[in-house]
């Protein structure tokens, strides 16, 4: 079975749904180069745990709306792909090597760090998908050993996308206008993450606080952030890289995307 490539995608802001812009046009792209997985699995920056990591191993994923105050279009969209229970134990299986503080979890279900990006990508909603949680009080280098224990699954058909913001400030964020400049800061931290993925620094991107001004500014809370490590940590020696998105939105968001290996 061929390599699935692994992605990590920003979701930004929930309009994007309902959007045609380039971002959303590029998610579609993006799409149209990927061998057809068996199953999709999304590393949530929006399934926030503590303590554990979960893992969303039930036949059928609800839907949920985990945004606020937009227009009823987007809580209109229905996205419901079946689940992958065999997959989604497998990666428990894998990732119990790694930590004990693990299992399978069904009190979540499908929220718009996964669908909002399918919602493009597979817009038939017919490939299975389980979700992992983040767990907020690990410390970072065991989310990098997390996305090391996967990456197996991509030899299995498994399409991993951690889904978050390289530059997350929503405090900062220019709500009224998406095409607003970005703040100097973020641009800045936006590009050192940038030229350490190039270098397959993973330090620099664990150790991210050392960054300074930039790094407090961009990554308040780390929830966004931590997606990317998973990502990062997936990368085998002949995968190339590939950014696939390298913009900003709302000022203070950074839409960044990369892929780990090459769409058909």
Known sequence: MTRMPALFI???????????????????????????????????????????????????????????????????????????PALAKRALELLSGASKACACNESWGNDHAAWSLLHHMFPEADIPLFLI?????????????????????REEGVLFIGSGNIVHNLPQADFRNME?????????????????????DVETLAHYDRL????RYSVPTPDHYLPLLY????????????????????????????????GD
């Not at 607003?180 to 397959?200: C, H, I, N, W, Y």
């Not at 997936?234 to 890289?241: A, F, K, P, S, V």
Request: aromatic share 8%; charged share 20%.
């Open 10 to 84: 920003g979701h930004g802001s929930p309009m994007n749904l309902i959007l045609d812009n380039d971002y959303t046009k590029g998610l579609k792209a993006l799409a149209r180069r990927l061998p057809r997985p068996e199953a999709i699995c999304v590393i949530s920056a929006h399934w926030m745990t503590r303590g554990s990591t979960f893992i969303s191993c039930q036949p059928s994923l609800r839907q949920i709306y985990d945004f606020y105050g937009f227009p009823d279009a987007l809580y209109s969209i229905r996205y419901e792909p079946p689940g992958h």
């Open 133 to 153: 949680s983040i767990d907020m009080a690990a410390p970072l280098h065991r989310h990098l050993a997390f996305g090391k224990a996967l990456a197996p699954l």
């Open 180 to 200: 607003a400049a970005p703040d100097p800061r973020g641009v800045a931290f936006d590009e050192a993450v940038k030229e350490a993925l190039l270098r397959q």
């Open 212 to 215: 300074g001004e930039a790094a």
């Open 231 to 262: 990502t990062a940590a997936m990368r085998q020696e002949d995968d190339e890289l590939e950014f696939t998105c390298e913009s900003f939105q709302n000022r203070s968001v950074s839409m960044r995307g990369l892929m780990l290996g090459a």
